[in-house]
C-alpha cells in the first residue's frame, strides 16, 4: 500500500493540475471576460487534448518498456528507449503544430466556432499554438519522471506551471486587461515552466535516467502500439467535447454549449482523476512485469479498482452537496443558465463509475504489453460507441437522453472490459507471452 500510494498520489496530483489549466482559465474569463469567450475556451478543447494524446502516446509505451528494462537491471537500454522517445516526439510535435498553423483557418469552423465565438476561439488558440510543443514535452516527461523514481517531482512540476498560469491570468486578464488573449499566454507560458523544470531533473543527470548518445527507430514499433490506448482515452475528453458541442447547438441552442463548458471542466476533473490512478500504477505493472511478479501485479490492479471506487463515491458526495457552489463559480447562482447546468451535471454524473474502470483496464493492459486489447478498449470508449449513442440521442430521442449517452457509452464498454478482465486478469500469466524489450 505504501508503494501504491507513493505512485499514484504524486500521478493524480500531477492530473489535477494539468486539469486545472483550463478550469483557471475559465475561471478568470468567464468572471472577467464573458460567456461567449467563456465558451470560446471549450471549443479549442479537442487541440488541447489533441496535444496531450501526442505527448501520451509517446509517453505510456516509451514509460512501459523503460520500466521493463529497468526490472530487469538493463539500465543502457533503459537510457537508448529514453532519448529514443524524447527526440521521436520532438519531431512529430514540431510537425504538428505546423500543419495545426497552416490549416488555421479552417480548424476554427470544424471546432464548432459561429458568428460570436470565431473572433474570441482565434485569439485564443492562436496563441496557445506555439506553445503547443511544450504541452507534449512537459506531459512526456511528467510520465517518465515517474518511471525513474521521483514521483514527488512530476507533482513539483506540474505545480510550479499551475502556480504560473493562476499569477499570469491575473496579470493578463485583470490588471492588463487582454481578455481571452492572456488566458491563452498565460497556460502557453504555463507549459513552458513545467517542461523546463522536468528537462532539468533529467539533465543533471539526479536518476537513472539520461540522454545518450544514438537512438533506435525500432523501439517505436514496439512502444506506440502500447501508448495507443492512452492516447485514445485523452482523445475521448476532446472527442466528447467536440462531438457534445455540435449536438448540443443542434437541440438546445448557444446555451446548451455554454452550460458544457462548466459540465465539461467538472466530469474532466473526475476523468483526469482516474487516469492519474491508472498512470501511478502504470510504472509499478511495468516494473512487475520486468520481474515477472504476478501476485503484485493482481494486487495493484485490486488496489486501483478500489480507488477508483472511492473516487467515484467522493466524486457522488461533493456533486449532491457542493454542486450549486461549483456553478457559482462561473454563473450567477440566480439565472436559468445555472438550473440548466445543475440538471445537465446530475444526470452526466452517471458515466462517472464506468469511465474510472475503463481508464484503469486500458492502463493495466498496456502495462502488460496487451497493446491491442487496451486499444480494442479505448477505441469502443472514445469514438465507436460514444459516436452511436451520442446521434442516437441527437436525432432520434432528443431532450435529456442527450445527458445519458456518454454513460450508455462507457456501460457498453464496460462490459468488454470485463470480458477481457476474465481473460487474461484472473490468470496473469496468460498475458506474459513475450519476452522483455
Known amino acids: 500500500m505504501k508503494r501504491f500510494l507513493r505512485f499514484t498520489i504524486p500521478s493524480i496530483l500531477a492530473m489535477w493540475i494539468f486539469s486545472l489549466y483550463t478550469m483557471i482559465d475559465g475561471y478568470f474569463v468567464a468572471n472577467y471576460v464573458g460567456p461567449v469567450e467563456f465558451s470560446a475556451i471549450n471549443l479549442s478543447l479537442p487541440i488541447v487534448t489533441s496535444f496531450f494524446a501526442l505527448g501520451i502516446l509517446f509517453s505510456i509505451g516509451i514509460q512501459a518498456l523503460i520500466g521493463q528494462a529497468l526490472g530487469a537491471k538493463k539500465t543502457q537500454r533503459a537510457n537508448l528507449i529514453f532519448t529514443t522517445g524524447f527526440l521521436s516526439l520532438l519531431a512529430f510535435s514540431l510537425v504538428y503544430v505546423l500543419l495545426l498553423a497552416l490549416f488555421f483557418r479552417p480548424l476554427l469552423h470544424f471546432l464548432g466556432a459561429n458568428a460570436s465565438s470565431y473572433g474570441p476561439l482565434k485569439s485564443y488558440l492562436g496563441i496557445l499554438l506555439p506553445f503547443g510543443l511544450f ?3 512537459s506531459y512526456q516527461l511528467e510520465v517518465l519522471v515517474k518511471v525513474d523514481g521521483f514521483p514527488l517531482v512530476s507533482t513539483l512540476g506540474v505545480l510550479s506551471a499551475a502556480l504560473t498560469n ?5 496579470v493578463f486578464i485583470v490588471q492588463l486587461q487582454l481578455g481571452i488573449f492572456g488566458a491563452g499566454l498565460a497556460t502557453g507560458l504555463a507549459q513552458l515552466v513545467s517542461s523546463l523544470v522536468f528537462l532539468s531533473h533529467f539533465l543533471r543527470k539526479k536518476g537513472r535516467l539520461h540522454f545518450v548518445k544514438g537512438l533506435d527507430p525500432a523501439i517505436l514499433k514496439k512502444a506506440l502500439p502500447l501508448g495507443l490506448g492512452d492516447a485514445l482515452t485523452e482523445v475521448a475528453l476532446g472527442y466528447t467535447v467536440f462531438l457534445y458541442n455540435i449536438s448540443l447547438l443542434k437541440v438546445f441552442g448557444q446555451k ?5 463548458t462548466l459540465v465539461s471542466y467538472v466530469s ?18 511495468a516494473y512487475d512485469y520486468g520481474k515477472r511478479e504476478v501476485q503484485k501485479i493482481k494486487k495493484s490492479f ?8 472511492l473516487v467515484n463515491l467522493l466524486a457522488g458526495l461533493v456533486l449532491v452537496l457542493y454542486s450549486q457552489d461549483i456553478i457559482g463559480l462561473f454563473f450567477d447562482p440566480t439565472s436559468p443558465l445555472a438550473d440548466f447546468s445543475q440538471d445537465f451535471l446530475s444526470r452526466y454524473a452517471w458515466a462517472y463509475p464506468f469511465i474510472g474502470f475503463n481508464i484503469l483496464c486500458i492502463s493495466f493492459f498496456a502495462s502488460l504489453g496487451q497493446g491491442r486489447i487496451a486499444l480494442t478498449i479505448s477505441f469502443l470508449r472514445s469514438i465507436l460507441v460514444l459516436s452511436l449513442m451520442v446521434g442516437l440521442a441527437t436525432y432520434l430521442l432528443k431532450g435529456v437522453s442527450l445527458y445519458y449517452a456518454l454513460a450508455a457509452s462507457e456501460a457498453t464498454t464496460g462490459l468488454v472490459s470485463l470480458f477481457f478482465l476474465k481473460k487474461y486478469a484472473l490468470d496473469p500469466l496468460k498475458a506474459y507471452k513475450k519476452e522483455t524489450p
Open 135 to 137: 504541452f507534449m514535452v
Open 256 to 260: 446548451g454549449v455554454i452550460a458544457y
Open 166 to 170: 493562476v499569477v499570469l491570468d491575473y
Open 268 to 285: 474532466s476533473f473526475v476523468s483526469v482523476t482516474m487516469s492519474g490512478i491508472s498512470q501511478g500504477l502504470a510504472p509499478l505493472f
Open 302 to 309: 485490486l488496489q486501483g479498482l478500489a480507488f477508483v471506487g
